[in-house]
C-alpha cells in the first residue's frame, strides 16, 4: 500500500526556515518522481517543485525558485523540501505526491506541474508563515 506522511511544518516568523520531510512507504522513491504540492485557503493547489526518480532533475515553480531546495534520500526513502527565505506568501497545507507513472518527468523549468499526473496524497503539514 503506497502511503505517505509529511511532517516539518510549523509557525514561523517571516525570513525563517523550515525543512520538510516526506517519507514513503509501498514503493521506492528511486522509481517515481516526487512532487511537493501546497494549497493555501481558498486558492487551487500548486505544485512548488518536483525531483525526478533519478534526482538528476528538479523543478521549482517561480514563486519559490532560490528560496526553496528538494532533495532526497533514498536510502530513508524521504524526500526533503528545505525552505528559506520565507515569506507571508508561503503559508499553505503542504503535500508529497509521488508520479502516477514511472516514466514521469519533471517540467522544464518554464513548464508547469500537472496535479493530476500525481496520486496517493499524504494528510499534509501545515506552513504558517507571520509575524
Known amino acids: 500500500q503506497v502511503q505517505l506522511v509529511e511532517s516539518g511544518g510549523g509557525l514561523v516568523q517571516p525570513g525563517g526556515s523550515l525543512r520538510l520531510s516526506c517519507v514513503a512507504s509501498?514503493?521506492?522513491?528511486?522509481?517515481?518522481?516526487i512532487t511537493w504540492f501546497r494549497q493555501a485557503p481558498g486558492k487551487e493547489r500548486e505544485g512548488v517543485s518536483c525531483?525526478?526518480?533519478?534526482?538528476?532533475?528538479?523543478y521549482y515553480a517561480d514563486s519559490v525558485k532560490g528560496r526553496f531546495t528538494i532533495s532526497k534520500d533514498n536510502a530513508k526513502n524521504t524526500v526533503y523540501l528545505q525552505m528559506n527565505n520565507l515569506i507571508p506568501e508561503d503559508t499553505a497545507v503542504y503535500y508529497c505526491?509521488?508520479?502516477?507513472?514511472?516514466?514521469?518527468?519533471?517540467?522544464?523549468?518554464?513548464?508547469?506541474?500537472?496535479?493530476?499526473?500525481?496520486?496517493?496524497w499524504g494528510q499534509g503539514t501545515q506552513v504558517t508563515v507571520s509575524s
Open positions: 525531483i525526478s526518480s533519478s534526482a538528476g532533475t528538479k
Open positions: 505526491a509521488p508520479s502516477r507513472s514511472s516514466w514521469y518527468q519533471c517540467p522544464s523549468p518554464s513548464g508547469t506541474i500537472i496535479s493530476s499526473d500525481f496520486g496517493s
Open positions: 509501498g514503493f521506492t522513491l528511486d522509481l517515481y518522481a
